[in-house]
């Protein structure tokens, strides 16, 4: 697996998708959820709400590297804010 260059971050960003991913099938098999309807007034479940969460924050990160530079760890928090305010209504 030399050739897919893994570094420390990089096996941690896919530890942290696993790991939500695990998080999350426990959450629905003990919680199940009956979907619900926030401000995009659309049905979404937990799942969905990750999803939109991981692929804004892919979006975040991008634009921040774009347009502030190298300085990543303060994208986090961005995307920490934006993944409490997916969470809480959508």
């Known amino acids: 697996m030399a050739w897919m260059a893994w570094t420390w ?3 941690a960003f896919f530890g942290v998708i696993a790991a939500l991913l695990i998080t999350f099938t426990i959450l629905a098999i003990k919680y199940p959820e009956t979907p619900r309807v ?5 049905e979404t479940t937990r799942g969905d709400r990750l999803f939109i969460t991981l692929l804004g924050s892919a979006f975040i990160n ?3 590297l774009g347009l502030v530079g190298l300085s990543q760890p303060y994208a986090l928090v961005v ?4 993944a409490f305010a997916v969470f ?3």
């Open 9 to 11: 971050p990089t096996a």
């Open 38 to 42: 926030g401000i995009l007034r659309i």
């Open 62 to 64: 991008l634009a921040w």
């Open 79 to 82: 995307c920490a804010i934006y």
């Open 88 to 90: 809480r209504w959508v």
